[in-house]
């Protein structure tokens, strides 16, 4: 199990959290990963950046609603065929 947690603190949110949160559902519903990643929303991790503050597994990122797809397929997707 893949855990996302998605900051959905008041500096995301303006960055586009929900569009994010939006996608990554999407995408795991495409992909039928229901069962293999769980994804869930924080409020501010302290950790305000460029874009919307995303974890993996405990590993931080930065992700802009642009970049949903191209991070979801490297990051998360990719942990689960590995
Ligand atoms: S509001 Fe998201 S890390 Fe601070």
Known sequence: ??????CIGSYCHLKGSKQVVDRFRELIARDHLEDQVELAGTFCMGICKDDVSVTVDGESFSVSPDTADSFFAEHIAAKISA
Do not use: C, G, N
């Not at 199990?1 to 998605?6: G, L």
């Open 1 to 6: 199990m893949v855990k996302v947690i998605v």
